[in-house]
């Protein structure tokens, strides 16, 4: 068997040890992890690694550890004790100091409910100097220097007898036997400290090294003390140790400790076999940590959010961007600016709803007002060519257009951006009797803007481009109440957008040129509808009417009739009372009529109406008689007695036009 095995299974077997003689008591913890025979009180406590922590690193803290039983000294024969214990004393990281100390203690009693922390170490208390504090004899291993205790420095040990005030006191040091010289110790290094006590014949000697070195040959301590007079009335006596800290503290250990009543049979301790002693720790740094992995929630917490946010604004802010559309990036707004302009499209900037889809009023930087038309649209069918259409027109530059700033495609939601019109559409001024009353020149005005608008859409541009829904309700009014044509083109998108137009079949009920049943969009089908919308204009009153008497129903037909009783003025709107020249009235309403033939060939163009209404052309000689402006068609007719009742649909309309025009088929 190894010589150490067998060191090991003896001490393992005498770690315990009961008396073996009546006088003698001998025991030794090689850890305390067993607790045998331990009495512990107040902060002392014992560490999963058979470490005896005495006091932590808190404030104002006291641990005592005693051996249960008392130890009998013989009253006849000669006292002495012999005591070797490693302790260590572990300062806050981070912190100059540490505090206060520890002792071994030999006393009659374990009750030091009087005594206090602090530099009375858990043995003594306030009593004045002098006096008797407690009945008890301390070994002290002081970190704090006391002048009223007339200590010599801060790391110092002392004998104590019955006070605080030690009878014998050294700087901790040791005697090298190597360098014949005495080395210093620092009590609060945290590195395991060996200590001797040993008394005998009343001398008591106090000897301590470090770990690595033997027992020193020369007492650090050597005090003549007779322990029969110190405990005169007591024979049995408790060993163990106290501790205690103030405001300085520090971590403070017992590892390993051996005790013997006779000098000769102290058992040896395995200095190899310590408990380990923890490194000395900040007591900030849990709260360091605490701190850090609470603002590592926080921050992760914030982080989520953020990235919450942020999916939540990329969806709420999502667009629909396609690679053809690069092209048309200047011409594009970022679905952010627009929700951010009409104030995420509040109820408050809402203008209308339109026939495509709702408008808002929104406000851009540098406070430029717009009008955004939202339109939902299924599929991406026709998209591409709406979006270049859209951006075409964009180049349209005309005084009565109302000017399209540009666009933003979402999934199913096509965004229109366009100049704002401060005085609204112009059927709100015509229908609604809450407003004043447009006054002829007005009127004549935004006829003639518009008409020039049309002109220039159907030779100015480029291209031809056709409105395809003029009505009313399509005409903006400017600051001065010019007209401005909107939404010019919109209707060709929805021949793609998944409505129920047919091709071609587009527009609103009234207004829609017979031929286009036919499915021929033209020119001459803008041309019949601004004829209609100048009759609408002139009348005050819609181009159908399915709540009149059937004769008044269709404004063509009316106005029609009336000419032929040689009464047009009839059918001029009331409000306008007298106020106009009867010529230009009648001019207007002739033209109209000339415009809404149902011959596409009778029609004026566009460039002609121009000059009709400028009066820079005669009207060619027309009649109420004429082929085309008398007969009326029955569709809509048909189409006017299917709504009688029912409220205003375009869609329901048109739909039910398409299937009159499929039943004729
Ligand atoms: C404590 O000491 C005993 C022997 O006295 C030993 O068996 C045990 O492993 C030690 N415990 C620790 C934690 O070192
Ligand atoms: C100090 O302790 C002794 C007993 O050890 C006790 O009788 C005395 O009252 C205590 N003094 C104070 C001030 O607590
Ligand atoms: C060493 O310390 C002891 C006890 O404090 C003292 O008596 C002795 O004179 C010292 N020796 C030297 C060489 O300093
Ligand atoms: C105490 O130390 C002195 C030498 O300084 C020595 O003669 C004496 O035997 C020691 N006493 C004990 C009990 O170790
Ligand atoms: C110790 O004190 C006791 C009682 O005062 C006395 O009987 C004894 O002789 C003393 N011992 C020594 C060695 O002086
Ligand atoms: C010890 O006992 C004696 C009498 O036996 C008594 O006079 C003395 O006061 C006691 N001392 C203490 C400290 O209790």
């Known amino acids: 068997m190894a010589p150490w095995l067998i060191q090991i299974l003896i001490i393992s077997s ?15 913890y090689e850890n305390f992890s067993s607790q045998e025979n331990l009495y512990l009180d107040k902060s002392a406590k014992v560490l999963p690694s058979g470490l005896l922590q005495l006091t932590s690193a808190s404030d104002h803290q006291i641990g005592h550890a005693f051996y249960k039983k008392p130890i009998q000294f013989s009253s006849s024969g000669p006292v002495s004790f012999s005591t070797h214990f490693v302790c260590a004393m572990v300062p806050r990281k981070g912190i100059e100091g540490g505090g206060h100390g520890m002792a071994f203690v030999v006393s009659p009693s374990t009750d030091f409910s009087h005594a206090e922390s602090t530099r009375y170490l858990g043995i003594f208390n306030v009593s004045k100097n002098g006096y008797p504090s407690s009945d008890v004899l301390a070994v002290e291993l002081d970190t704090i220097w006391n002048p009223d205790f007339e200590d010599i420095d801060k790391n110092h040990v002392g004998i104590d007898v019955h006070s605080p005030l030690s009878v014998g006191i050294a700087s901790a040091s040791y005697y090298s036997d190597i360098k014949r010289k005495n080395e210093s110790i620092n009590l609060l290094s945290g590195k395991p400290i060996q200590v001797w006590v040993e008394y005998e014949d009343t001398l008591l000697n106090v000897s301590m090294a470090p770990l690595e070195v033997e027992k020193p040959s020369r007492p650090l301590l050597s005090q003549l003390i007779n322990l029969t007079e110190v405990f005169p009335n007591s024979s049995s006596l408790f060993v163990g140790f106290s501790a205690a800290t103030g405001t300085a503290t520090s971590y403070q250990y017992v590892l390993s400790w051996s005790f013997c009543t006779s000098k000769g049979s102290l058992q040896s301790l395995d200095l190899s076999r310590l408990p380990d002693v923890p490194p000395p720790r900040a007591e900030h740094k849990n709260l360091y940590q605490l701190a ?29 961007t396609e690679p053809w559309e690069k092209e048309f990036g200047a011409h594009r707004f970022s679905y952010k600016s627009l929700y951010k302009a009409t104030k995420g499209f509040s109820k408050d900037g809402f203008l209308g709803k339109g026939g495509f889809g709702e408008v808002y009023k929104g406000t851009l930087m540098l406070s430029r007002e717009i009008a955004v038309k939202r339109m939902s649209y299924n599929g991406d069918e026709g998209v591409k060519q709406f979006v270049s259409e859209v951006v075409s027109m964009r180049c349209l530059k005309h005084r009565n257009l109302v000017p399209l700033l540009g666009y933003c495609r979402r999934k199913h939601e096509l965004l229109l951006v366009s100049e704002y019109m401060p005085n609204g559409s112009l059927d709100e001024h015509l229908f609604d009797d809450q407003r004043p009353v447009l006054s002829w020149p007005q009127r004549l005005v935004i006829l003639k803007g518009i008409a020039s608008a049309l002109s220039y859409l159907h030779t100015g541009a480029d291209q031809v481009v056709l409105h395809r829904d003029i009505k009313s309700s399509n005409i903006m009014l400017d600051g001065e109440f010019n007209g401005r044509l909107g939404d010019f083109g919109m209707a060709r998108f929805h021949d793609h957008g998944g409505y129920a137009y047919p091709t071609g079949a587009v527009g609103t009920l009234g207004y829609i040129a ?16 601004f004829g209609v919308f100048m009759l609408e204009v002139t009348c005050g009153r819609r181009p159908v009417e399915p709540q009149l008497q059937c004769e008044k129903r269709l404004l063509i037909k009316w106005v029609c009739e009336c000419w032929k009783r040689d009464s047009l003025l009839d059918a001029v709107d009331p409000r306008l009372g007298d106020e106009f020249l009867q010529e230009e009235v009648e001019m207007v309403m002739k033209l109209g009529l000339l415009c809404s033939s149902t011959v596409p060939e009778s029609r004026p163009t566009m460039e002609q109406v121009v000059l009709y209404l400028n009066n820079s052309l005669p009207l060619p000689d027309v009649s109420p008689y004429t082929v085309g402006v008398s007969s009326h068609s029955s569709v809509l007719i048909d189409a006017a007695s299917l709504v009688a009742s029912s409220s205003w649909s375009a869609s329901s309309i048109a739909s039910s036009l398409v299937d009159n025009s499929a039943s004729k088929e």
């Open 14 to 28: 005498l770690h315990l040890i009961s008396p073996s003689s009546q006088q003698e008591t001998r025991f030794v």
């Open 514 to 529: 017979p031929e286009v049943i036919d499915m021929v969009a033209s020119t001459g089908t803008d041309v019949y509808a």
């Open 292 to 320: 850090i992995v609470l603002l590592g929630f926080v921050a992760t917490m914030g982080l989520g959010v953020l990235i919450g946010v942020y999916l939540f604004r990329k969806c709420k802010y999502a667009e629909v």
